[in-house]
């Protein structure tokens, strides 16, 4: 990691905690380690986020449900998931000044070309004696490496002895409800579920800003479907040809590089297990894509053997290349009937469904697992931006941005605050997303838009005051162009929307701008792409 | 209570088992009590409840700011709070059976008139003896009350002792953060806060269905104004004729009735502290109202003296009746500058603003809190229906119902099963918010859609395939009128936006329904009216 790329994290990290996008957990008492706090700012971004995630995800599909679970589960529910007695980290400490650390992670940085992540306690105990590791804070010797369960423990009620946790995943509550999910909505294979929520880990070294948490967020789907028909997708022929990158077992043991195979060759290479697996693979590559994420900097790593759950037919990790190292953010596993097996051994709950020739199957399971706030952190890195300007900017995709334009007078005086506000909330009223500022010089207002990631500043100047006009300035290019305040929400959602460049308004309002006009001149498939972006702007949430 | 009235719950947790709103969490395992699951139907019910309460209470101001903060919180946040030493309920032990409860709800089932609620330990021992309250479950002799603390504890990390909270509101994110958010966004006073998340109560004895939760979910604001200027709200002209009804302290004490006031009233008669709290009370009467609840079911109940905490200076809840008793889903609550000199005094950091005249100012908090999980319920209550029907129907608003529409074939056969399917992706495509149902008689599906409260059916039948004409059907009359496919989407927005009435249709298709057409006579004012609505969907999220 060369200083330079450690910059890249420490300046985002400056950005949020300036501008209001993400703060550390009870920062005036000293912050509490693994923990965050979205601002105002971040708050935004997030919720756009999941937004969009539900648009390319559940929303595009007819058989996908959506349900919010405890977040604390009655200890049972891990007995039989297999949490309480695996879910472990090995744990070292020093025995001089009390540290503690991972013991893997310690060996990790001994020697990279050993999977240390899969060796048993007594396994690590003899590497750390061969390695020769000592306390990295005081060079002290290390004791005994133990297991350490990362589940939050807490109590259910005034009873001592009824032990509850806090969920390592949000896939439980859809494997625990299954049943009443099944049969309450009638649901035929195959279906899937979805969850998007809190999970919790509490790990022994929290780090990497964003990355490892101790209290973070999943968007999961645990897509249910007959086992003789896994490679049987309604949609297949949509994404077969679709091309994704993958990192093969082979690749990884010979220092190779990631492939880019179509997802029907996958499929007939024996790379992936099924089609519903490929077709999320296929899936999640184009959304990170939408994202703005540069489609040679991430690839589909497929977990080696000793990394991957006896159950598991299948794990691939998308992970992410920036400066500073690899960030995993979409986990994907075959897991089988795994989970709904042992959980109705452990309930004595049947958990099959009835096929409609009368069998009864437990289903498989094909998981795609969203870390949002990994997912929120990739955002932020692959958005960010340096130029000529003073100041940073986020190129966010329009969809996620904060705030769609801020309303700006050029200032505050001869009536421009007062017209400045009022056309506000004109375009508030409109249904556009707007903030108003008129705080400092203009240009100071630029840059806090440019910091945050706001698309378009709206300026209200003198010749509004005659013309009824604006101007508009763009965050990727700080171009700026002059439009009638009428037109300008209408002007908005077709940019925001990409039925037209922020280029095409100096043609579209050519008389404003000291060009020719060429007004009115839209044709007829631009006017019906325009509609038909219109319709689909319901479903860009809030 | 009569049986009656017990009926209306059982009825409502029986449709929410049954269809996939709300269901116990880890019912396989034999429950957890005070913890619910949303199914996919309560799901997206709960989402679209709090995209409505978004849209009141934030969308349509323009300086409050929402953020989503830790759930864990660190143990010095509740010293400063004083949860930890404070939030406490007096439990009671069975020396028998074990069984625990609250001692204040066990005398308060002896003797209604008394607020036990208010009363120390000792006080309460000595009302267990005069009352001689013994235990309920078996008849057994109690023991002393003591203090149980009602946060969740965990400890975070590894090292022991490093004890962690799950926060049991969701204010306290928003304090701690106050200084960082002022600073990032340049607010000024008065701006607010907002939060929506979970938060958790340890309670002694979970009950009421929805009521009384361990695991629950919140949507808070803390406004934050300067004490000078509480009486200076700049909207207050907009509701100051509003009115609302209180039910005063003396009312309480003497068996009254809650009277109706303007706010302005309220506030000239000393009821209410300030205008930023009346402020508040006019928007969620509003918020109440276009949840469908009866103007006459719910007050304002004023705290008494013994209720309100010794730092408030006015405290409101919002309290709904319903035939088996009175759910409180929101709280008011004028708490000064205590929580920010609480945490400045803690942390030793400074929590003022600066005013533009230079002054220094603890700002004032006007709190409204708002329960998710009890407004969903009430939301349940309110919209429940049975009339000449052989189910039931819950008439929600349009605005929080599941979806907007169910598609449905008349039967499977003849190519209608295809065109249904067809018409419902396209009816997604424009962006309606649809489901498809093709399984059993048509009467069932009518049912089924009335019993998750979908406000219109569109049925395609023999007569779609010669004119490309559908039924829809409307849930709170069982009307049905013929229109055209091609202008569906166009007329469910219409209704859903309430720019048309169902009966609308009636005239507007009449030569598909046998009467004159009157198509075509729709005035400059209802387009215009419908233009308008249009712009608005976009808030409506998803």
Redesign the interface.
């Known amino acids: 990691m060369s200083t330079n790329d450690d910059d890249l994290q420490k300046e985002i990290i400056e950005v949020c905690?300036?501008?209001?996008i993400v703060?550390p957990?009870?920062?005036?008492?000293?912050g509490?380690?693994?923990?965050?706090?979205?601002?105002?700012?971040g708050?935004?971004v997030?919720q756009h986020l999941i937004?969009l995630w539900?648009?390319h995800f559940i929303?595009s599909e007819?058989n996908i449900?959506?349900?919010?679970?405890?977040?604390?589960?009655?200890e049972?529910?891990f007995e039989?998931s297999g949490h309480l007695s695996t879910f472990n980290d090995p744990?070292i400490q020093c025995d001089k000044c009390k540290s503690?650390f991972r013991a893997d992670h310690l060996l990790e940085e001994k020697d990279a070309s050993i999977n240390f992540d899969a060796l048993s306690i007594q396994e690590l105990e003899e590497m750390v004696k061969k390695y020769e590791v000592t306390c990295p804070s005081c060079g002290g010797s290390l004791g005994s490496p133990r297991e350490?369960n990362l589940m939050?423990?807490?109590?259910?009620?005034?009873?001592s002895g009824n032990r509850?946790f806090?969920r390592p995943e949000t896939a439980q509550?859809i494997f625990?409800?299954f049943?009443?999910?099944a049969h309450?909505?009638?649901a035929q294979l195959p279906f899937g579920?979805a969850q998007i929520g809190?999970a919790?880990r509490?790990?022994?070294s929290p780090r990497n800003f964003l990355v490892r948490l101790?209290?973070f967020e999943q968007m999961e789907i645990e897509m249910f479907v007959d086992p003789d028909e896994l490679n049987n997708h309604p949609r297949w022929d949509e994404v077969a040809d679709y091309e994704i990158s993958i990192l093969t077992r082979e690749a990884q043991k010979t220092g190779g590089t990631p492939i880019t195979v179509t997802v029907q060759e996958a499929l007939d290479k024996g790379l992936i297990p099924n089609q519903y697996f490929g077709y999320y693979l296929a899936l999640e590559t184009e959304f990170l894509l939408s994202l703005g994420v540069d489609k040679d900097s991430f690839w589909f790593r497929h977990l080696l053997e000793s990394e991957t759950a006896h159950y598991s037919k299948g794990n691939y990790d998308l992970e992410i290349k920036f400066p500073f190292g690899i960030v995993e953010c979409i986990g994907n596993a075959y897991r089988t009937d795994y989970d709904l097996m042992k959980?109705a051994e452990?309930?004595n709950?049947k958990m099959h469904i009835a096929l409609p020739d009368g069998k009864k199957v437990i289903p498989h399971v094909i998981e795609p697992s969203f870390g949002v706030t990994r997912l929120f952190y990739v955002l932020l890195l692959a958005s960010y931006q340096k130029g000529d300007r003073e100041w940073t900017w986020f190129k966010f995709p329009y969809s996620v941005a904060p705030y769609e334009a801020v309303v700006a007078p050029l200032m505050k005086k001869d009536g421009l605050k007062e017209a400045a506000y009022d056309f506000?909330w004109e375009l508030?009223?409109?249904?556009i997303d707007v903030?108003?500022d008129e705080?400092g010089q203009i240009g100071k207002r630029y840059a806090r838009s440019d910091e945050i990631g706001v698309p378009f500043v709206l300026t209200i100047d003198y010749q509004t005051l005659e013309d009824e006009t604006v101007t508009i300035r763009d965050r990727d290019t700080t171009k700026q162009y002059r439009i009638p305040m009428a037109e300008t929400?209408e002007v908005i959602r077709e940019l925001i929307f990409n039925v037209i460049t922020f280029q095409d308004l100096e043609k579209e309002y050519a008389e404003l701008n000291g060009k020719e006009s060429k007004k009115g001149k839209k044709t007829e498939q631009q006017k019906s792409a325009s509609n038909k972006k219109r319709?689909?702007?319901?479903?860009?949430?809030?």
């Open positions: 905690l300036r501008r209001g703060f957990t009870a920062e005036i008492y000293g509490a380690a693994g923990f965050f706090e979205y601002g105002p700012i708050e935004l997030r937004n539900r648009e929303a007819e449900y959506e349900i919010s679970g405890s977040l604390i589960l009655p049972k529910v039989a744990l503690m350490f939050f423990e807490t109590q259910i009620g005034p009873v509850g806090l509550n625990i409800n049943k009443r999910i309450s909505m009638r579920v809190k919790f509490n790990e022994i101790r209290e959980h452990k309930s709950t506000f508030k009223d409109e249904g903030i108003y705080s929400a319709k689909q702007k319901k479903q860009k949430g809030n």
